[in-house]
């Protein structure tokens, strides 16, 4: 593993981990809310890495990268900090692989950066419109519980400032982005690094209101649409919607697993994301 620190949008300091094959084509992975680089363990010490390029990025306010406030608001932050991770790795029309709260990410850089630079995408069980009245199925019933009040207390919610109340909280959502129980070596793991991530930065990326059928409509590269039909966090409606504006999708759903098939669902992650990424490094 190669560590590398890389100035973001507004000066942020943002941490890339980087293994695999360094002349292979690049797949730039990107994480969901509250997570870090260290969700995609199963695929950066997989045999991904004999073929390609890997690398996997801390978001803003996530892991190892700068975690300030007031600074998660604007669509061209989130996007220059893409850019500036493809610039300053060099990364040659790299695949964008981005988890749940990572499609928005991923839609962010379109929009602002477009997609002449991209080898392909890959919306993994993704968000793509956040505050809005959706046509769709969006946020499913792992939230329940874990959100503000209609008075906007965040008392006992994953947003809470007070530990002994976001740790449990925490612990609940984690437990409901997978379809089986964890084995508690890795729930342990995973909830130290969803905890990392300060609550006023959980409750800031909540804050955003976002519309992207344009951008999705625009979209002319390879997309992969992957997603989990007992995903309780994100709704399999939302990966049906993101097809429906992408009609050259290719969309492929995981029977029985939840929110993370990167993590339920390795083995059949990972090959179909070499496949993927192999067509559309020879793709014009």
Known sequence: MRYHNIVGGAGVRLRAVETGNPSGPAILF??????????????????????????????????????????????????DDIQAVIEALSLERPILSGWSYGGLVINDYVRHHGQEQLGGIHY????????????????GAAWNGLL???DGSVSGTVFS???????????????????APLPIEEEMLMLGFNLACPPHVRLELFSRTLQN???????????????????????????????SRVRHATVSVYDGVGHAPFWEAADRFNRELAEFAGSSATSP
């Open 30 to 79: 990107i994480h969901g809310w509250s997570q870090s680089h260290l969700s995609w363990l199963r695929q950066l010490s997989s045999r991904l890495s004999e073929t390609f390029r890997l690398v996997a990025i801390d978001l803003r306010g996530h892991g190892d990268s700068d975690k300030p406030r007031d600074a998660y608001g604007a669509s061209e932050l989130w996007a």
């Open 124 to 139: 993994v069980d993704a968000a793509t419109d956040l505050g809005i009245e959706t046509s769709y199925d969006f946020l």
């Open 148 to 150: 503000p009040g209609q």
């Open 161 to 179: 400032e007070d530990a002994a109340e976001a740790a449990p909280a925490m612990r609940t959502f984690l437990r409901g982005c997978f379809s």
């Open 213 to 243: 059928d344009a951008v999705l409509e625009m979209l002319r590269v390879p997309v992969l649409i992957s997603h989990g039909d007992a995903d309780v966090v994100i709704d399999i409606q939302t990966a049906r919607h993101i097809a």
